[in-house]
């Protein structure tokens, strides 16, 4: 089983600014995959980031890198240069092997201008 | 690559009657497919996963004989709502797994009057 939690419902962040969004997760998955996907208003889900739990490096792509702790199940999100294009829902979710892929309840990115 | 498509990407339909949510891969072919439903400023739900060919396996608290699914091909699974209801009305959302990666459809809008 997987429960995922995401404490920020709502992040603000300027424009060119970093920002970070937490989540930590509980599975009792030996080998997962870690995963961040963006939800803009047109509510299609695009893949930002994924982690494999057995590296111990942590993912980078673009602007985005993640914070992979994985004795304290964390895996937080940051977001460098933030753009206006990045404002959108944020989910965490972890992905056990075969299993199915569960989400955080999301936090919602607002980026000023 | 790795388009996932639905059809339709909205429809609205008169309480009591059915209605029928395809889910595609275009350009892959998947062993696993999985249904979310979404209310809005929520996050996804899980609702069922289907294997091609078998029967799907429905999360607790949804209902099978409403929410229909149909796994006939690797690129191909069905959701129909069954009798539908108001509280039926959500954003349905399909994705198809390759290795640890899950694809998102676009979503559909259910809306049921």
């Known amino acids: 089983a997987q429960t995922v939690t995401q404490s920020q419902p709502e992040m603000s962040v300027q424009e060119a600014e970093t920002v970070t969004l937490s989540c930590t997760y509980d599975?009792?998955?030996?080998?997962?995959?870690l995963f961040w996907y963006k939800q803009p208003p047109s509510r299609q889900m695009i893949l930002v980031i994924r982690?494999?739990?057995?590296?111990?490096q942590n993912a980078t792509e673009n602007r985005f890198s993640v914070n992979f702790q994985k004795a304290a199940k964390s895996f937080s999100l940051k977001i460098s240069d933030s753009q206006l294009g990045d404002a959108a829902m944020y989910f965490c979710?972890?992905?056990?092997?075969?299993?199915?892929?569960?989400f955080g309840a999301g936090t919602r990115l607002t980026v000023k201008p | 690559g790795a388009v996932v498509s639905q059809h339709p990407s909205w429809v609205i339909c008169k309480s009591g009657t059915s209605v029928k949510i395809e889910c595609r891969s275009l350009?892959?072919?998947?062993?696993?497919m999985f249904w979310y439903r979404q209310f809005p400023k929520q996050s996804l739900m899980l609702m069922a996963t289907s294997n091609e060919g078998s029967k799907a396996t429905y999360e607790q608290g949804v209902e099978k004989d409403k929410f229909l699914i149909n796994h006939a091909s690797l690129t191909l699974s069905t959701l129909t709502v069954t009798s539908a209801h108001p509280e039926d009305s959500s954003f349905y959302i399909c994705?198809?797994?390759?290795?640890?990666?899950?694809?998102f459809g676009p979503g559909t809008r259910l809306t049921v009057t």
């Open positions: 350009d892959f072919q998947a062993t696993t």
């Open positions: 982690q494999e739990a057995y590296k111990q």
């Open positions: 599975t009792s998955e030996s080998d997962y995959y």
């Open positions: 979710a972890p992905s056990g092997g075969l299993n199915d892929m569960r």
């Open positions: 994705s198809a797994r390759v290795t640890a990666e899950q694809y």
